[in-house]
């Protein structure tokens, strides 16, 4: 990878774990009837065949880290919990009243805000109520991210009772200037203690979240990072590139200069110290920004072609429909999206007034869905053909031209005969760059600011 084709492509564009991306869903938003037949049609096609995913988004926070880009609530005051718990079971209780079968849940996950602000007690207790009205799927997986600092061991073996297996620590870095930067100190003891833990208990997959790119960070920074990350051996690594987008989440990514922050090629020098680390230590790359070991699912997914992202990020397990529960919580039915009202107190009320409590979606078009897989496909595989009458693109010369620049520098190969293409392992890094060629939405409608992080 050359310095002068980092400086060419690292431009503003989207992670591309939705389809048509946030900014471009339908400007009048998507009538609550829509979405819940757009629901009851998934829910039919996939419970009984290949399960359902359930994200609950846990949003309070005792304190602000300044790199977050995620939807919280920051508080010190712990009575918060079983209200807000109460109320993701009501929202739940909404969605199975809408169907007649009783929902198989494949995939399970904790998000937030930090999920491990909740006690034992209070953790348990959402999950059984869960599956008060659930069932398990026979290779489900269930994973929660937790904070460091504050995980028990208690909370993990709680958990893992409950049938999680996986979780994720958020690390980012372990200098202590970066870290103050962004409002995390959190010393390696910590996620030492916490990775031996869920190994004791038995999980089976532990990831740590590194981040490049924080402000002060320098290559000995990442190198000192991933010299530590190795003594715990997690089964996963996220090595994700800081995405600074200050004018939409405001003062929280504002705790610092932006002249502090690693920009283009020196960025770029951090991403490949790690990849080129992680691979001698015997990490697989994996899509974009993960890396796992060779025994871990993630991996396994990628060799039998089943890998699957959404708003998640990356998963093993692809199901068609994910409920999204809690505030800010996006659902996905494969025909549309969407997202629950962003604040606790606005969530609370629509929920107790007995409604789904969506504000925003899209309804994708039948075109939408097609440029939609080939998006998945280039992001998971690296790969996609519009050789089958399915995956037919109307105007397919159109984006084949816009690629033409990136074909001539190398980025990808193009078989306009057998019609397909495929991305050179070298360069992957530009897998947004080449998904933003297929983005219809994009093209028609170029932002006039900025709505995304840089691409590199």
């Not at 290779?139 to 297996?165: D, I, Y």
């Not at 680390?277 to 974009?288: D, Q, S």
């Not at 604040?343 to 929920?351: A, D, F, L």
Request: with cysteine; aromatic share 12%.
């Amino acid at each position: 990878m050359t310095k002068s084709l980092v400086q060419k492509y690292n431009i503003p564009g989207p992670r591309y774990t939705s389809y048509p991306t946030v900014p471009y869903w339908n400007k009048e938003g998507i009538d609550k009837q829509v979405w819940i037949q757009s629901f009851q049609t998934s829910f039919k096609e996939s419970n009984t065949t290949e399960g359902i995913s359930i994200y609950i988004h846990l949003p309070f926070c005792d304190s602000l880290c300044t790199f977050c880009a995620c939807h919280k609530h920051i508080t010190k005051r712990h009575e918060v919990e079983e209200e807000y718990i109460e109320t993701v079971l009501k929202e739940w209780k909404l969605y199975v009243a809408l169907v007649d079968e009783t929902p198989i849940i494949k995939e399970l996950h904790l998000g937030g805000g930090t999920p491990t602000f909740f006690s034992k007690e209070n953790l348990e207790y959402l999950i059984d109520g869960i599956f008060a009205f659930s069932n398990k799927h026979p290779e489900a997986e269930f994973s929660f991210e937790g904070h460091p600092n504050n995980t028990t061991k208690e909370q993990l073996q709680t958990l893992f009772n409950c049938g999680f297996t996986r979780v994720s620590f958020g690390v980012q870095d372990y200098n202590e200037t970066v870290q103050k930067a962004i409002h995390r100190i959190q010393p390696f003891s910590e996620v030492e203690k916490v990775t031996k833990w869920a190994r004791e208990i038995g999980y089976n997959s532990v990831s740590h979240d590194l981040i490049f790119g924080l402000p002060f960070q320098t290559k000995e920074n990442v190198i000192h990072t991933i010299n530590k990350t190795k003594e715990l051996q997690p089964d996963r690594i996220s090595f994700y590139s800081y995405a600074h987008v200050p004018w939409v989440k405001g003062v929280g990514q504002r705790g610092f200069n932006e002249n502090d922050l690693p920009k283009n090629d020196e960025k770029r020098e951090l991403y490949e110290i790690g990849k080129e680390l992680f691979a001698e230590l015997g990490y697989v790359e994996i899509g974009m920004d993960h890396f796992a070991i060779k025994t871990d699912s993630l991996y396994k997914a990628t060799i039998n072609k089943t890998l699957h992202r959404n708003f998640m990020g990356y998963t093993a397990n692809k199901t068609q429909l994910m409920i999204g529960l809690g505030m800010s919580a996006i659902s996905d039915s494969w025909y549309a999206f969407a997202q629950n009202v962003k604040t606790v107190k606005e969530y609370q009320k629509n929920v107790n007034a007995g409604e789904i409590p969506i504000f925003r979606g899209h309804l994708l078009s039948k075109e939408d869905r097609v440029i939609r897989k080939h998006i998945l496909n280039i992001m998971c595989h690296f790969s996609t053909s519009w050789e089958e009458k399915s995956m037919r693109i109307n105007n397919i010369e159109i984006h084949l031209a816009l690629l033409q620049e990136m074909e001539r520098d190398g980025l990808v190969q193009i078989d306009r005969k057998s019609k397909n293409l495929k991305i050179p392992q070298e360069a992957r890094p530009y897998v947004r760059n080449i998904c933003m060629a297929f983005d219809i939405h994009l093209l028609e409608n170029k932002p006039k600011t900025q709505l995304f992080s840089m691409t590199i």
